[in-house]
């Protein structure tokens, strides 16, 4: 099996690197690795794909995915989820002591 780790372009603050793999069937397969300002934010799995360029491409669109999803909730001050106000409810379980 072959194996590449590979640096993905993201958005200013991100990282983002990729390690893929040939499979003996000769398809790709691997994870990669997202940071924001270094902090390791989230581990995708990429599962096997036809070809190297489709492998490269569901990794850029989960990736994209991910960031998308994150940058609104960057933390922009105490007590404050991007625009929205940190609600501390949201995040404990019925009973839990805060």
Not at 22 to 37: D, E, P
Not at 56 to 79: C, I, N, S, Y
């Amino acid at each position: 099996m072959d194996k590449l780790r590979l640096v993905i372009e993201v958005p200013a603050g991100w990282a983002c690197w990729v390690e893929l793999v040939r499979t003996h069937h000769g398809s790709y397969a691997g994870f990669a690795q997202l940071s924001h300002a270094g902090v390791p934010r989230c581990a995708l799995v990429i599962t096997q794909q036809l070809s190297w360029e489709a492998a490269l491409e569901r990794t850029k669109v989960r990736a994209d995915h991910f960031v998308r999803q994150w940058v609104p909730q960057v933390d922009t001050g105490p007590g404050v989820l991007g625009d929205r106000p940190l609600d501390i409810d949201h995040f404990t379980q019925p009973g839990a002591v805060v």
